[in-house]
């Protein structure tokens, strides 16, 4: 059964939100199916996509009819999906945007947008019963790590920490990383910081390399390079992309105690865990990585067997599942 599918973004800008659903394009497209990106943004430059794409002024200027289904990946756009595709709309939630501190004070239009009746998908499990507060119909279908991850590191001289995320982005915890960063210092660690944000930094930002808004392999190549990633995203983290891409580089990772990262694995054994806003253990544990070439070693050969559940492949194998199944059933039902 090949189906044609639609993903509505908000715009094309270098986000993790974007780059969800160019990945899963790719993925469906590779297992034969008909995917088209519509969105009201420009051309995308930072990364490279097999899908179709549809550039629009306003969604109505989107012809719809044509698809089988019509993802809403933003929650801006779940109302606009739920309008124009009715039973046709799925919403993808990469993390419910109702907890983040900058939506705050429009927390009771995202809720109204979540309770609207229309099936959920998730990148990561803990997202399902967030979803299922809102509505029922809630299901984990997973992230995808580029291949361009999975990849050798390259040796460098210098021990070198990378700290991933927008500093503007509060549940990413970057506040923390930066201190965790500084008490290692204090306590005699020597390494480079090394930083990478879609977004300039903000005053009192200080790394020793600072990359911003970097394409995809840019960032494969900088990852490579590290020996220790920092990842100390507060808990309205989604899923926590650059700690998956790490592990799949084979970078030894500090994370914290979170919903999303501690759902990669049950056993929690591929990365050393600080509770949640803890910059004093977060420190430690970097300190104690930048000691131990044995556990560093350990836990990047774990981490790259736990990220191989986010290769496209076999993320896009419970995509296909997903849709197949519920196309089937709209045509047992007598459905459109």
């Known amino acids: 059964m090949t189906l044609r599918i639609a993903y509505l973004l908000e715009d094309t800008h270098l986000a993790g939100g974007i780059r969800v659903a160019a990945a899963h394009a ?39 009819s044509p698809y089988d289904f019509v993802v809403g990946t933003f929650w801006k756009t779940l109302f606009d999906a739920h309008r124009l595709a009715g039973e046709r709309a799925i919403h993808l ?26 099936p959920k998908i998730t990148v990561s499990p803990h997202l399902v019963e967030i979803c299922r507060a809102f509505y029922d119909d809630a299901e984990y279908v997973g992230q995808i790590v580029d291949e361009v991850f ?22 990413k915890g970057i506040d923390i990383g930066y201190d965790a960063v500084r008490l290692a210092r204090e306590a005699g660690a020597s390494f480079d910081l090394i930083r990478v944000s879609q977004w300039e930094p903000i005053d009192g930002e200080v790394a020793d390399e600072f990359h911003v808004a970097i394409n995809t392999k840019s960032m494969a190549d900088v990852i490579a390079t590290c020996d220790i990633f920092l990842g100390p995203s507060r808990h309205q983290e989604g899923f926590g992309l650059p700690a998956a891409e790490s592990l799949a580089s084979g970078v030894a990772c500090v ?18 865990f600080t509770p949640e806003g803890d910059a004093e253990a977060m420190s430690r544990a970097l300190i104690r990585l930048l000691n131990d070439a044995e556990l560093r070693e350990r836990l990047a050969q774990r981490g790259r067997e736990v990220v191989e559940q986010f290769r496209a492949a076999r993320t896009g194998e419970r995509l296909e599942r997903y849709f197949v199944s519920r196309a089937k059933a709209r045509t047992y039902s007598g459905g459109k």
Request: hydrophobic residues 40%.
């Open 26 to 64: 790719d993925a469906l497209t590779d297992r034969g199916h008909e995917v088209t990106l519509i969105t009201k943004g420009g051309a995308l430059t930072w990364r490279e996509s097999r899908a179709k794409w549809v550039h629009v002024d306003e969604w109505d200027h989107a012809d719809l």
């Open 150 to 171: 999975f990849r050798s590191r390259v040796a460098g001289g210098g021990w070198r920490v990378l700290l991933v995320g927008p500093a503007q982005a509060d549940f």
């Open 255 to 272: 994370l914290s105690e979170i919903p999303s990262f501690l759902s990669w694995d049950a056993n929690h054994d591929f990365a050393l």
């Open 93 to 118: 939630c990469q993390g419910y945007e109702g907890s983040f501190t900058a939506y705050a004070d429009i927390k009771d239009q995202i809720d109204e947008a979540y309770r609207l009746p229309m």
